[in-house]
């Protein structure tokens, strides 16, 4: 018999369109500047910035702000901890679909 699914295993803070799509991305390049995510995504530089506030609070993501040249810039990196809920969150919406879970 295939585990059941339990909703509450759905990470909240992963879930809304735009923090998953953060992370998403930020699974495969490993590091983004805030203008290239801003662009990617397709959003504005606030709601980007409030999202990504919220991945920052739960320990998802790190950001760092410095300078290139004279040029402020912004990084997000994923956090261990990130690239681990992100992984159990995509686990709960393969159970969900009925995919079996990762080994």
Known sequence: MAP????GKIDDVIHG??????M???ANA???????LKAVLE???GNLSVQLRKLEDA??????KGFLGRKPRTQVRLTAEGRAAFAQYL???GRLIGQP???
Do not use: S
């Open 43 to 45: 959003v504005t530089q």
């Open 59 to 64: 320990g998802y993501v790190t950001i760092e």
């Open 101 to 103: 879970p990762a080994a």
């Open 91 to 93: 686990d709960a919406l």
């Open 30 to 36: 490993e590091v983004a500047d805030f203008n290239e």
């Open 4 to 7: 059941r699914f339990d909703i």
């Open 24 to 26: 998403a991305y930020l």
């Open 17 to 22: 369109r735009l923090r998953l799509g953060v």
